[in-house]
């Protein structure tokens, strides 16, 4: 089945809201990108995406494609008073540059300490490529 898709500019395209999705799904790409990502099945699964609880925005980055759940370059935006937290949009490589830590801390606990909190995290994990680790 095909699915409706429409240019909004050159590289911005929207699958409008359908009855069971909570947002319209956005992709970012070209329309080329756009043929070759239809024949591949990751829209679909950013349909998907666009139906999750108190989702705000159901995004596709260039690099779209079939994953586990989320496809690979989709991005979710969710209310954090009525929204879901999911790890799974991650699938299996959540240790891929991306990160989930539950804690007890509430954000007033927190917003004191951030600029030391960012500092240290950038300090002892590794970003981007070439960086090591300091110690």
């Not at 909004?8 to 319209?24: C, G, H």
């Not at 494609?65 to 989709?74: D, L, Q, V």
């Amino acid at each position: 089945m095909k699915i409706e898709i429409n240019a909004l500019t050159d590289y911005l395209f929207e699958i409008p809201q359908t009855e069971s999705m909570n947002v319209p799904a956005q992709v970012y790409a070209t329309q080329s990108m756009i043929d070759a990502i239809h024949q591949e099945g990751s829209l679909r699964q950013l349909m998907h995406m666009a139906q999750l609880p108190g989702v705000k925005a159901a995004l596709a980055m260039p690099d779209i494609h079939s994953g586990y759940g989320f496809p690979i370059g989709g991005v979710a935006a969710f209310d954090w008073q009525t929204g879901i937290i999911s790890p799974g949009g991650v699938g299996y490589d959540i240790n891929c540059g991306v990160r989930l830590i539950r804690s007890l801390l509430e954000k007033q606990d927190i917003m004191p300490h951030m600029d030391m909190l960012l500092n240290t995290f950038f300090q002892q994990i590794p970003v981007g490529a070439g960086s090591k680790k300091k110690n």
